[in-house]
């Protein structure tokens, strides 16, 4: 079945430690998001892109950093320099309709990075 | 980027229907509604979304205000498992990063049995 996978589920890393979560999907979209969740907020913004080998920065990129080099791929790397990284973070697709704008968006079960 | 605004919080009895409200008094001409919801630990889920008419699905009803400034969301019939926070969120139909979805705090639906 197409959609969008998120892995690992559960992901614990020591402080200072880099950390890459991955992301994939089948569903042939061409714009990917990252999105992360702090208990009881709404999701923010961390980078997206649009087109392969081309992301921009979202509303928190600072200590982050992302990759684009397959459609189907969109990692992010959570670096030492993320003063909290400890949140729930979900990854996004979406399709290129006509014209300019996009379809809804299809998110994965997301990963639970704790920083100990 | 233009904001909609949503009550923090909601009930409803099982089998009810709800209706979810968003104002969005900035909506720009191109902005599309978009409604998704989230279960605990989950992802959050495409509900609808529509431009100026009202529209149906499977999963519910948006109904658009005439001058675009407001919408509903109607769940016909509450289920335990419509138990989620709600997003609305306007989304930009040029693309470019105006059509990212930025999401708000939403409203968190609880249903009685």
């Known amino acids: 079945d197409g959609g969008i996978t998120q892995s690992p589920k559960y992901l614990f890393r020591k402080e200072g430690q880099n950390v890459t979560l991955s992301c994939e999907q089948n569903l042939n979209h061409d714009a990917m998001y990252w999105y992360r969740q702090d208990p009881g907020q709404g999701l923010r913004l961390i980078y997206y892109?649009?087109?392969?080998?081309?992301?921009q920065k979202g509303d928190i990129a600072e200590g982050y950093s992302v990759s684009r080099e397959k459609k189907e791929s969109f990692p992010l790397t959570v670096t030492s320099a993320q003063k909290n990284p400890t949140a729930f973070y979900l990854c996004?697709?979406?399709?290129?309709?006509?014209?300019?704008?996009?379809?809804?968006?299809?998110f994965g079960q997301g990963t639970r990075l704790t920083v100990v | 980027d233009a904001k909609t605004t949503q009550p923090n919080s909601m009930e409803s009895n099982e089998e009810e229907p709800v209706h979810l409200p968003c104002n969005h008094s900035?909506?720009?001409?191109?902005?599309?509604i978009h409604w998704y919801r989230q279960l605990p630990s989950q992802g959050p889920e495409y509900v609808i979304h529509g431009l100026t008419s009202n529209v149906n699905n499977r999963m519910a009803s948006l109904a658009i205000a005439e001058d675009r400034k407001s919408s509903t969301l109607i769940l016909h019939r509450a289920t335990l498992r419509d138990a989620a926070v709600y997003y609305c969120i306007l989304r930009d139909g040029d693309g470019g990063s105006q059509g990212n979805l930025i999401f708000g705090k939403g409203t968190k639906l609880s249903v009685k049995p």
């Open positions: 900035t909506i720009s001409g191109t902005d599309y």
């Open positions: 892109s649009q087109i392969v080998n081309d992301f």
């Open positions: 996004a697709s979406s399709m290129r309709s006509q014209g300019k704008s996009f379809t809804e968006a299809f």
